[in-house]
């Protein structure tokens, strides 16, 4: 090259960091890419033949000119190969991520199509033209002589150029016209990449307009010179060209890096992995140091052994780090995902709600980052846990509009719109056995960053955990209050029954047998006492709890429900009953269990809507549905077009009897669920899953 071993050595460890960064780039975009299509392999293909022409570069400087000259046809046609490719896959690249080849993008693909028909003709020719260039030299007729280097080498300067700023010129101009995309954090990740993407585009311009300026000084002074015998200066001023364009390119590799591992624009991620950062910043280090050491040796005339030995030690050594971080991120995994988050500033005998809000602050605080959270329970769960739980404690927790989103399992994370979510920004599905549970609301990280894709799984799999002890502690609150209730219960019907024996039943059964035997008294008399004291012992029975429901054992369940609304006919001026023989056929395949579950939940609904549906209007008209079907199991729904109530209920904030059932239903892993509009009807709806059912 230049024959200075300081310039040389410079010019040697830029091509050879250049090769390293592009080489892993293009191995990290085709292992990682979740999508692989054509686009894909082009963006591939082009980042591993930039590795490979800097490889050759790397190798034409390490040993010498004499390499280059030895094979000037072969090297000057391989060159051409990545000096042409690259420039229009760039462009191609550009015109992919900004989504031209996507449905929203027609109107920047009728803006570019002609221009990249013209553009690839173009490169097209060069690559036919270039590599025969000296079979021009026919045509020049008398300027043969003075020309050497031929027409097509003497026009290149012009047209190649003009190549270049085509390219970058254009691929500036997609990028200014992004198509909305239909990626899931498509945009985000676009509008977030776009300037690392412009930065790489400028730098490639300068590198175009250096190119042409390099090739129009190179025309001027090898012009009807001997190549071989160019002067010192000349030769000086081409490895100095060499050096500036080499470190702009490493300039514009940096940028298109940091957008790939910062956002994953061409791999088709959803969100970005910290990991893969780490890499990148390992790659980082490892091309700028191989290349300065490379470089200094050469520069230093040192032999080949004092690079390759140091090289060996720090390979080995890079490998044994990245186990340790590898082990270390397997720690930080677990610890996030240990089951049972730390209470935060819970004390130890804390009400549950409190547990989950100080648990929910630690996860959204402390682990992710987030300036807000909410933990929004759906599905079975929205009875039990409704309205939710906030960070920081206090936020009123938002309704989730768009549920039937959440309820695709591919998505990962979803954009909502803060304004109607209470500030949040993103949406984590919640996922268990029994389908959809809940659902995080994330605000936006006190950082200002992206949530790291192993951040998001950490988070799912933790607030699940969260959901899932939750719905645990209210069904085992709520079954302990059943259960002191009903001890409560028993004791007072206790008394009740021995103060009523005490104190009534038995003193008139003494009565009538002191005066039966003494005969002080009619037999009228007698048997009016034994009468009453029979009456006092049926009132007392009655009052007792039933053990069971021998209606439901005789009738079955859809009978029962049937028996059930004949005895309160009189509470409704119609009763409309809608079973399919599904329905029908599922009710005698019901255990036992889970009809007594079913029938007494729907027996609290109909008397409520017998009590209270006509309000303060006893005249109102009442009319009551009953409809019975499969869909995933069993489902009742039970709606009177009553008053309603002046407010729609919260899930869960229904009256004592049908939270009890609610807990009940949960139990068996089915939900009841409650729709009250005023002056429109109460529905109130009981699902069981097929679980339940068989």
């Known amino acids: 090259m230049s024959g200075l071993p300081t310039l040389d050595g410079a010019v040697l460890g830029i091509s050879l960091a250049n090769a390293v960064l592009l080489l892993w780039l293009g191995l990290t975009v085709a292992l990682n890419a979740e999508r692989r299509d054509l686009m894909l392999w082009l963006v591939v293909a082009g980042l591993l033949v930039g590795a490979a022409f800097f490889l050759g570069h790397a190798a034409v400087i390490g040993t010498g000119t004499a390499l280059w000259f030895a094979n000037l046809r072969l090297w000057w046609t391989l060159g051409w190969i990545p000096l042409l ?27 570019h199509r002609r221009w990249l028909t013209a553009v690839a003709g173009v490169g097209a020719l060069l690559g036919l033209w270039v590599p025969t260039g000296d079979r021009f030299q026919a045509l020049a007729g008398p300027l043969s002589g003075a020309l050497p280097l031929g027409l097509g080498t003497l026009l290149l300067p012009l047209v190649y150029p003009a190549y270049l700023l085509l390219c970058q010129g254009l691929s500036l101009d997609a990028l200014a016209r992004l198509s909305p995309s239909s ?8 509008r977030r990449a776009r300037p690392w993407l412009v930065a790489t585009t400028l ?38 060209l060499d050096l500036v364009t080499a470190g702009l390119i490493l300039a514009a590799n940096f940028c298109l890096g940091q957008g790939i591992v910062s956002y994953e624009v061409f791999t088709g991620k ?19 140091g191989s290349g300065t050491a490379v470089g200094w040796t050469l520069a230093a005339n040192l032999p ?34 240990r089951p049972g988050l730390p209470a935060g500033e819970a004390p130890p005998d804390a009400p549950d709600e409190l547990e989950a809000v100080a648990a929910l602050g630690l996860l959204c605080g402390e682990l992710l980052g987030a300036r807000l959270g909410y933990l929004i329970p759906l599905g079975p769960l929205a009875p039990l846990l409704s309205p939710g739980f906030p960070y920081p404690p206090g936020l009123p927790a938002p309704t989730v509009e768009d549920v039937e989103a959440l309820r695709n399992e591919g998505a990962e994370c979803l954009a909502v719109t803060p304004g109607s979510h209470g500030g949040a920004a993103w949406a984590l599905p919640l996922w268990g056995p029994k389908g959809l549970l809940g659902a995080l609301l994330l605000g936006e990280k006190r950082d200002g960053g992206l949530y790291g894709h192993e951040e998001v799984e950490a988070a799912r799999a933790a607030a699940e955990r969260l959901l899932d002890q939750a719905a645990a502690a209210e069904i085992s609150r709520r079954l302990m209050e059943l259960q002191r209730q009903r001890l409560a219960e028993t004791q007072i019907l206790d008394q009740r029954a021995r ?16 005066a039966v035997s003494g005969g002080t008294s009619t037999p ?10 029979h009456r006092q012992v049926s009132a007392l029975l009655r009052e007792l709890p039933s053990a069971g429901m021998p209606e439901l054992a005789s009738q ?11 005895d309160l006919d009189r509470a409704f001026d119609e009763v409309l009953w809608e079973v399919s023989e599904e329905a029908e056929r599922l009710c005698t395949e019901l255990p036992p269990p889970a009809a007594e579950v079913l029938y007494c939940a729907a027996r609290e609904a109909v008397r409520n809507a017998a009590r209270h549906a006509r309000g303060a209007d006893p005249d109102r008209r009442l009319t009551l549905r009953v409809s019975l079907r499969r869909q995933d199991g069993l489902e009742l729904t039970l709606a009177d077009d009553g008053v309603g109530t002046r407010t729609s209920p919260a899930p869960g904030g229904a009256g004592q009897g049908l939270a009890l059932h609610t807990t009940l239903m949960a139990v068996l892993g089915g939900t009841l669920s409650l729709e009250s509009i005023s002056h429109q009807g109460t529905t109130v709806r009981l699902h069981l899953p097929m679980e339940g059912v068989g």
């Not at 990148?280 to 280090?285: S, Y």
């Not at 079955?556 to 059930?564: E, Q, T």
Request: glycine fraction near 8%; proline fraction near 3%.
């Open 524 to 533: 009228e008399e007698a048997v009016r006492s034994l009468t009453e004291a």
């Open 183 to 190: 990626r899931l954090m498509g945009d985000l990740a676009r």
């Open 85 to 111: 490719a690259l420039p229009l896959a760039w462009y191609v690249a550009v015109l992919w991520f900004a989504g031209c080849w996507e449905e929203s993008g027609a109107l920047l693909r009728k803006r």
């Open 304 to 337: 080949p052994t004092t690079v390759l030995l140091p090289g060996a030690l720090v390979v080995v050594l890079l490998h044994a780090l990245s186990g340790w971080r590898s082990f270390e991120e397997r720690e930080q995994t677990l610890r996030w995902l």
């Open 499 to 514: 103060r009523a024996l005490h104190d009534d039943v038995l003193p008139r059964l003494h009565a009538a047998l002191i």
């Open 270 to 288: 959803t969100l970005p992995r910290r990991g893969l950062r780490r890499q990148w910043q390992a790659a980082l280090l490892w091309a700028v």
């Open 556 to 566: 079955g369940l859809l009978k029962a429900l049937r028996a059930l609304v004949a």
């Open 203 to 240: 730098f490639l311009l300068a590198v175009s307009l250096l190119v042409a300026g390099g090739m129009a000084w190179l025309l001027l002074h090898v012009m009807g010179r001997d190549a071989g015998r160019m002067s010192q200066q000349g030769a000086v001023m081409l490895t100095q």
